[in-house]
């Protein structure tokens, strides 16, 4: 009798501890459909999936990076489902169009940093190793048009490499000087007035300590 009391008192405490969990878990992303057309995409599959830095063979992606308490995110799920329904209906009937995949932002951040995502939800083309961003109207029928070929139109860059993929020069290029260089800019922008005291500072240190080692007159007559 004591062990079942004890088990009920742990099954107890397992439901409540669920009851207080699953709305934090419900919380954390997009409830996942398996019977969804869209794409999951993580840091462990993606550039297996996409092969988006080296151009491959699984051909064009279309993904959408957001996060899930983003109210731009929210709307955009529906059309996204539906883009992604349609041009899968259409790659089994033939058709080759791109592949509609998601990725949620708040969990793979290594691909938010990759990818240089700054707002949500963000849109990105991957086609043949370059990227292009969208930034049209999020409804089914201007979303379709860029898939199936209008990103052409715009401009694209060159998708950049993993972290795992990166050369070393490049790793401490992104990671120290270009920080350093933005941080840099963002005081000249907002702070001027400082460099050019912190920089007459300098200059009349300079100055000073410069007269300081210069020989006086009578140590010259005395060296000669």
């Known amino acids: 009798k004591r062990l079942q009391n004890l088990a009920m008192v742990k099954l107890a405490a397992c439901v409540l501890l669920l009851c207080v969990l699953l709305p934090f878990a419900k919380a954390e992303g997009e409830e996942i459909d398996i019977s969804s057309a ?4 993580t840091e462990a599959n993606f550039e297996h999936d996409t092969q988006a830095a080296t151009g491959g063979t699984t051909g064009d992606w279309f993904v959408k990076f957001y996060a ?13 489902e539906q883009l ?7 790659r089994e009937n033939g058709e080759a169009h791109a592949i ?18 700054k707002g949500f939800p963000t849109l990105l083309m991957f086609s043949k190793g ?7 109207a999020r409804d089914v029928a201007s979303l379709k048009a860029f898939a199936k070929g209008g990103f052409k139109d715009s401009t694209g860059e060159r998708v950049p490499l993993s972290a795992g993929d990166m050369p070393l020069a490049d790793k401490l290029k992104k990671k120290v000087l270009a920080p350093l260089e933005k941080d840099m800019k963002q005081i000249w ?3 001027k007035l400082a460099f050019f005291v912190a920089g007459a500072g300098f200059f009349l240190v300079g100055m000073i300590f410069g007269c300081c080692l210069k020989p006086s007159g009578k140590n010259k007559e005395k060296q000669n």
């Not at 308490?69 to 799920?77: A, D, F, Q």
């Not at 992604?84 to 259409?90: C, G, H, I, P």
């Not at 995949?101 to 691909?111: C, G, P, Q, R, Y």
């Open 84 to 90: 992604a329904k349609e041009l899968k209906q259409e």
């Open 130 to 136: 370059q990227m292009y961003k969208y930034s049209g």
């Open 38 to 41: 869209v794409k999951i995409l």
């Open 68 to 80: 899930p308490w983003c109210g731009h995110c929210k709307r955009l799920v529906e059309p996204w």
């Open 189 to 191: 922008k907002l702070h």
């Open 100 to 117: 509609i995949a998601k990725v949620d932002a708040t969990i793979e951040k290594s691909l938010q940093e990759r990818f240089e995502v």
